[in-house]
Each structure stands twice: as C-alpha cells, then as structure tokens.
C-alpha cells in the first residue's frame, strides 16, 4: 500500500522559511514524478511544485523564485524548501504521487495526474 507521510510545517513570522519533507513507503516501480499541493480553507487545492525523474521542475506562480522543490530517490524523499514565506502561503501543504509506472502525463500542476495523497501538514505564516 502507498504511504506518503509530509513533515516540517509549523507557524513562522513573514520572510522566514521552513523545509517539508515526504517519504514515500510501498511505492512498487518508478515514480516518473510527483510533486507538492497546498489548500487553503474555502481555497481550491493548487500546484506548488511538481518534480520528474530526471529532476524537470514546475511551480506555481505565486511561488516561484521562493520556493525549491527537489527529491532524493534514494531515500525515496520529497522536499519543499520555502523561504521568504509570505501570510498567503498560509495552508495545508500535501505531498502527492502517481500510479507506479505511469510515464504519461499532460500537466505537473494539475491534480488529476495524481493518484496517491499524504494527509498534509500544516503552514501557518503570520504578519
């Protein structure tokens, strides 16, 4: 069964940054990519960032030159570096993956491309 645990969220000041982290567990085959969500109360879930195999990226425009999406595959490891975080990046942050193996996909940023969710962590950015 495919596990994705998020960690690292926590409450920080405007301009400071945190690091989250997933790891995957039961993950059978290659994960041509995944990537980070976040939703925001009363907010559609949007793209973050998302991250191919061969470490292609793609981030959301609010985000970009912020944030750093990057992985380890040998420790099966997602990371979201923020920094400069902004009251608005306030929200539930989760990681997400594909169905092993597919290798076919029309856009990172769009949530249908993914199958398997982690329950999110929390980040809470106050003014």
């Known amino acids: 069964q495919v596990q994705l645990q998020e960690s690292g969220g926590g409450s920080v000041q405007a301009g400071g940054s945190l690091k989250l982290s997933c790891v995957v567990s039961?993950?059978?085959?290659?994960?041509?990519?995944w990537g980070w969500f976040r939703q925001a109360p009363g907010q559609e879930r949007e793209i973050v960032a998302g991250?191919?195999?061969?470490?292609?990226?793609t981030y959301g425009d609010s985000v970009k030159g912020r944030f750093t999406i990057s992985q380890d595959k040998t420790e099966n490891t997602l990371y979201l570096e923020m920094t400069n975080l902004r009251p608005e990046d306030t929200a539930m942050y989760y990681c997400?993956?594909?169905?092993?193996?597919?290798?076919?996909?029309?856009?990172?940023?769009?949530?249908?491309?993914?199958?398997?969710w982690g329950r999110g962590t929390q980040v809470t950015v106050s003014s």
């Open positions: 997400a993956a594909p169905t092993p193996g597919r290798n076919k996909w029309l856009s990172l940023r769009r949530s249908s491309e993914y199958e398997y």
């Open positions: 039961g993950y059978i085959g290659t994960r041509y990519y």
């Open positions: 991250i191919t195999f061969n470490d292609m990226t």
